[in-house]
Structures are given as C-alpha cells and as structure tokens.
C-alpha cells in the first residue's frame, strides 16, 4: 500500500470504525465456530482484538516518539507520511492473539487447531493495521489546535 495522496477524513473516520468493529466481531465468530462450549474464549477474544486496535495506537505512538528522539538533525520528517512505529500494530496483534489462541484451544475439542487458527487471526489483524497506519488510512493522534 503505497501512499500517494492523503485519504480525506471521511474515508480515515471510515477505515477506524470498520477496523474497529471487524477485528473483535471477526473474532467473536471465530471462537463460538472453534470453542462452541468455550465460554471463557468466547467472551475474551473480542475484547483481546480490540485491545490489539487501542494498544497499537498507543504503540504507535511510543514508537513515533523514541523515533523523533533518536533522529539525527539532518534527517527531515515528511509531512506526507506517518510517524514511524506502526509496527506496534504487529506487537500487539502477536500478545493478544497468543492468549487468545491459548484461550479458544483450552475451550476447544481439541488444542492446537483452533488455538493456531485464533492466533493467525489476530495477527494478521495487528498486520492489517499496521500496513492501513502505514498507508495513511488510521489517522496519527496529533494535537488539534
């Protein structure tokens, strides 16, 4: 996803909404499908994926920051691009997709199937948001004023 002009604000406040709700009802689905008598999983899993979306912005954040600290003087900052360290997305993807594939496997028939399912999920949900962040579709959290 290269960038070539910046998304408008409508499609960004589009893009935050539909990532939001498809992560955690995506993974709502999932374990009722793979853990039908895992009650536990079935209620975590959700809130696992959206702590993915909230944690990674605060990642992102982090990652912005100790970028623009460990930047040399003649290095320019873009103002066509986002802030480095939407890698977050990633990081966070991987933790709550491997408590999550723990949980659906714990409620699961069997372990390793649906737990390896679950947590390919939540991965690559961290890994969508990264590349959108990356594309400019997430917007940065910056001061309004």
């Not at 920051?65 to 986002?82: C, K, N």
């Not at 990633?90 to 390793?112: E, K, S, W, Y």
Request: net charge positive.
């Amino acid at each position: 996803m290269s960038r070539s002009k910046n998304p408008s604000p409508g499609t960004q406040l589009l893009t935050v909404l539909v990532s939001f709700l498809v992560g955690p009802i995506g993974a709502l689905y999932l374990a009722v499908y793979l853990a039908p008598d895992g009650d536990f999983a079935q209620a975590l899993s959700p809130l696992l994926t959206a702590a993915t979306f909230f944690f990674g912005f605060f990642a992102w954040l982090g990652g912005a920051f100790l970028s623009l600290l460990t930047r040399s003087g003649r290095e320019r900052v873009r103002s066509d691009q986002p802030p480095k360290g939407t890698f977050g997305f990633v990081l966070c993807g991987l933790m709550a997709g491997g408590i999550a594939g723990l949980l659906t496997g714990i409620g699961a028939p069997r372990f390793l199937g649906p737990a390896a399912i679950m947590f390919a999920y939540c991965m690559i949900y961290g890994y969508l948001l990264h590349r959108l962040a990356q594309a400019g579709y997430l917007p940065f959290m910056e001061d309004p004023g």
